[in-house]
């Protein structure tokens, strides 16, 4: 069973950069498409930015694109969100999850989700 835990999370001012981490546990990782979604108050989950199984292709939001880094290390099975340029609007809960499918935005197309960290940006 795939275990993923969020870290990194925080309170920062626009324009500032954090880093998080989702730590997975389980050899599965390795042969799994790792993404990062986000939901503020009120709205639905949306899709971040997506990295390959073996980190060769990324795909971003166009909210985000230019801004934010999608990364993995296999070694120590964590994947990574640089975020840089924050923005108020940046402002959510973010999860990491798992899919078996590349190219896929649908939340409902991942299988395995860790329980979240909040991002607050503060204008």
């Known amino acids: 069973q795939v275990q993923l835990v969020e870290s990194g999370g925080g309170l920062v001012q626009a324009g500032g950069s954090l880093r998080l981490s989702c730590a997975a546990s389980?050899?599965?990782?390795?042969?799994?498409?790792m993404g990062w979604f986000r939901q503020a108050p009120g709205k639905e989950r949306e899709f971040v930015a997506e990295i390959s199984w073996n980190g060769g292709s990324t795909d971003y939001a166009d909210s985000v694109k230019a801004r934010f880094t999608i990364s993995r290390d296999s070694a120590k099975n964590t994947v990574y969100l640089q975020m840089n340029s924050l923005k108020p609007d940046d402002t959510a809960v973010y999860y990491c999850?798992?899919?078996?499918?590349?190219?896929?935005?649908?939340?409902?197309?991942?299988?395995?989700w860790g329980q979240g960290t909040q991002v607050t940006v503060s204008s």
């Open positions: 999850a798992a899919s078996k499918w590349e190219r896929v935005r649908s939340p409902a197309e991942y299988d395995y």
């Open positions: 389980g050899r599965i990782f390795r042969n799994y498409v």
